[in-house]
């Protein structure tokens, strides 16, 4: 419950507030909340920041989130796991090109 308090407020740039959230999530092993948050944030990276190798990580952090769900049967999240895998091979690629 904090972490969602946590996400209604200024996150972006807040690093310290950023770490809570993951942490809490982390904690209650909310994994669907915690792949999205980390969805959020590489949504960030990319759109204010223009960061696409800190979003590539946070998408790799937010697949690891989706894969724990999956190991425990939870089989809903299979197509969010494949959108995120494609979303990676897509900035990978972006990267790949722009060296």
Same mark, same amino acid.
């Given at each position: ?5 946590? /996400? $209604? $407020?200024?996150?972006?740039? /807040?690093?310290? =507030?950023?770490?809570? !959230? !993951? ?22 990276? =990319? ?15 937010? #697949? ?11 089989? /809903?999240? #299979?197509? /969010?796991?494949?959108? $995120?895998?494609?979303? =990676?091979?897509?900035?990978? +690629?972006?990267?790949? !090109? +722009? #060296?």
């Amino acid at each position: 419950m904090a972490a969602n308090y946590l /996400q $209604t $407020t200024d996150w972006r740039g /807040q690093q310290k =507030i950023v770490d809570l !959230i !993951i942490q809490y999530y982390s904690k209650a092993q909310a994994y669907e909340s915690l792949a999205g948050f980390y969805a959020n944030v590489a949504e960030y990276c =990319i759109e204010d920041l223009k960061d696409y190798r800190k979003a590539l990580d946070e998408y790799r952090k937010a #697949e690891n989130a989706l894969s724990d769900l999956l190991a425990c049967g939870a089989r /809903q999240y #299979e197509e /969010q796991f494949h959108a $995120t895998q494609a979303k =990676i091979h897509t900035i990978t +690629k972006f990267l790949s !090109i +722009k #060296e």
